[in-house]
């Protein structure tokens, strides 16, 4: 499990900025779960894990067939914050907190909010914001002009101040009425394409109603889907009059999905949590998979590897094709400075998992710590596969510039700190590096041609930001 701080939403559509300037009143974290800050510009944190991606992807993926989108379409991320809430962002990205899915009571809960973001996805709810936040600005601007004359024509400021503050209601109204309307329309989607997918609404039922005894709380104390997703009795009623009348209201989930689900809300609480709650959740009786994986990482994180590495040693005994149990163990290993061992269980989870990107690159850095040329010449084989499936990985593009710098090959390296910088949404700093790779590069071969695809973007984006 990797944390990534200050990670770059890069295109995402920002709702806040001009509305709070202009002092329209509108408090609102999000816009229909459409994020009004960047997340590195409000100082969270992403965490990158295959198995947990893997398992939400399993999730979401019939929900996204159902909606047209398809499989390979969306994005979903987890952010390391304790309270509840998802959200939407453009780029078809669906970002969820680790609160939400360690307060879930299974995988139906989580399902559920998967759903309902997708369907604000599915109706185009974030190309609708951007006209309407556009239009409630004319309003509010509008509003402020037609102020500032009745002020300077009466030689009054509170006639001004009351024609400011009358347009900046009814701006606020106008942008409120468009949100309700479209959590109702992700809610109805939601409902259409778990049934379509024979799969029960009472999850998305069950997380609506513990979350409406939030509504009384004053907003600082309520979690922040309340804020960002109003819950009208409505949408709870017409939710629960689906329930009652679906089909599928009965279906559990499978079984694979609910140890796979158990097993993510063990991991996460065993890297997030004290010890002390992972044993609490999880007793030394406890010999489930979840617990049992639990109880591996809690040791690990305690230093304790002489009862870590059994534990998640009998894990792989018990499912010796699971690349992940694998891939904890290379973790444990590498990061206590048994780098060979750390390798060779690493390269069994790739063989179990090789088009899983995350695993292809842990691999890969343990390889560049090595530093011997026959393992820097592995971990550049693998960086390229991992980048080949995710381009925009920064982490990755690093360990390519060192393994790139450890081989002699400057260039090479210059041109992967242009990458990495170009994945992290900072083409000033991926042009310096760009321009210090030109010459380093023989002339007419696909890197350089790469190189000079790469200034043009940058070039680009740097005009943009201008």
């Not at 965490?47 to 398992?55: H, K």
């Amino acid at each position: 499990m990797r944390f990534l701080v200050a990670i770059r939403l890069t295109g995402t559509v920002v709702t806040g900025g001009v509305l709070t300037c202009l002092r329209v009143g509108l408090v609102m974290a999000t816009v229909l779960g459409l994020s009004t800050a960047p997340v590195w510009a409000r100082g969270m944190s992403l965490i990158r894990d295959a198995e947990i991606e893997n398992t939400i992807g399993m999730i979401a993926a019939p929900l996204s067939r159902a909606a047209g989108i398809g499989d390979r379409v969306i994005t979903i991320r987890l952010i390391n914050d304790d309270a509840i809430n998802a959200f939407a962002t453009t780029g078809n990205r669906i970002f969820i907190n680790t609160g939400t899915i360690l307060k879930s009571r299974g995988p139906n809960e989580l399902k559920g909010v998967i759903a309902h973001e997708i369907g604000h996805l599915a109706g185009g709810h974030l190309i609708h914001l951007q006209d309407k936040l556009d239009q409630t600005f004319m309003y509010s601007m509008l509003g402020m002009l037609a102020g500032a004359a009745a002020g300077a024509a009466s030689g009054r400021g509170d006639v001004a101040g009351a024609v400011m503050l009358g347009a900046q209601h009814a701006a606020q109204r106008n942008l409120l009425a468009f949100s309700r309307t479209q959590e109702n329309s992700a809610d109805s989607f939601a409902m259409r394409a778990l049934d379509a997918t024979h799969q029960s609404s009472k999850g998305l039922l069950r997380f609506f109603e513990e979350l409406g005894d939030q509504e009384a709380l004053i907003s600082s104390s309520q979690d922040p889907y309340v804020r960002t997703h109003p819950l009208t009795r409505d949408r709870v009623s017409a939710l629960a009059n689906h329930v009652a009348k679906s089909p599928y209201s009965d279906v559990p989930p499978p079984a694979a999905e609910v140890e796979a689900f158990e097993r993510v809300q063990a991991k996460l609480l065993a890297y997030l949590k004290p010890g002390v709650s992972t044993m609490t959740k999880y007793p030394a009786t406890d010999r489930s998979i979840a617990g049992r994986y639990a109880h591996a990482i809690a040791y690990f994180r305690r230093s304790d590897l002489g009862r870590a590495l059994p534990m998640i040693d009998g894990l792989i005994a018990d499912r010796p094709q699971d690349p992940y149990f694998e891939e904890l163990r290379g973790q444990m290993l590498v990061e206590n400075q048994r780098l060979a061992e750390g390798v060779a269980s690493y390269e069994k989870a790739v063989r179990l998992a090789p088009t899983e990107p995350l695993i292809l690159v842990s691999l890969a850095h343990a390889q560049v710590e090595l530093g011997d040329r026959s393992n820097l010449e592995k971990a550049r084989t693998n960086l390229k596969a991992a980048l080949n499936l995710e381009p925009n990985n920064p982490f990755a593009w690093k360990q390519l510039a060192k393994a790139e710098g450890k081989l002699g090959n400057e260039g090479m390296a210059t041109l992967a700190l242009a990458e990495m910088a170009m994945a992290q949404g900072n083409p000033r700093e991926a042009l310096a590096h760009a321009h210090r790779a030109e010459g380093r590069i023989p002339k007419g071969s696909r890197d350089a041609l790469r190189l000079q695809d790469l200034i043009a973007e940058a070039e680009r984006l740097k005009d943009k930001e201008n």
